[in-house]
């Protein structure tokens, strides 16, 4: 076990007991990558804050429920993923209450700009790849980001998006090809882990 696991396991432990600190680190451990996957699904900031917000919050209150305290990473991700789909629903029942309410709000897409802590930087590439990125289907763009983005293994990603391993599997190759083609000699060993 790496010394980065052997802290989180102590920060999840501590945050159990209601430590506010532990959790609080815990938060400026995974926000980031939280923020980047739900980021990736929708194009409304303020509902990303609120989902992200929202699953840090459901986080806190339900620590007591994860088996294992190696698995918040994992677990933070699923749990957010399951409240932005919620809100999702909610909002489209709410959009098919007021047909004004549903020509304002449109539907739900990505926004190319990028997420905040952004790890490929303000580069001319970066941008090029953050684009390419963006034009993805919305189930690539997620894959994508969890793995290559948040470095999350892909057994772990197909938890995360409650898919089977093999679904995982052949949406990060098409994902792949798609990025080939549209980033062509950029994309070399980058994407192949």
Do not use: C
Request: a negative charge.
């Amino acid at each position: 076990m790496s010394d980065r696991d052997a802290l989180e396991e102590d920060l999840v432990s501590r945050a159990r007991k209601g430590d506010a600190d532990a959790f609080r680190q815990l938060y400026d451990r995974h926000v980031g990558g939280v923020y980047a996957l739900i980021r990736a699904s929708l194009r409304d900031r303020d509902m990303v804050d609120d989902v992200v917000q929202m699953a840090f919050v459901r986080a806190w209150d339900r620590l007591g429920k994860l088996r294992d305290d190696a698995a918040f990473r994992v677990w933070i991700r699923q749990l957010a993923r399951r409240i932005m789909v919620d809100e999702i629903r909610k909002r489209r029942v709410r959009e098919a209450d007021s047909l004004e309410e549903n020509e304002e709000i449109g539907n739900v897409a990505v926004d190319p700009a990028p997420a905040p802590g952004d790890a490929l930087g303000r580069s001319e590439t970066a941008a090029r790849v953050r684009d390419a990125v963006a034009g993805l289907p919305a189930h690539q763009r997620e894959v994508v980001t969890l793995h290559h983005l948040d470095g999350i293994e892909v057994k772990a990603v197909a938890e995360v998006l409650d898919v089977p391993l093999g679904t995982v599997l052949s949406r990060l190759a098409r994902a792949r090809a798609t990025l080939q083609r549209k980033l062509g000699g950029m994309m070399n060993e980058g994407m192949e882990g």
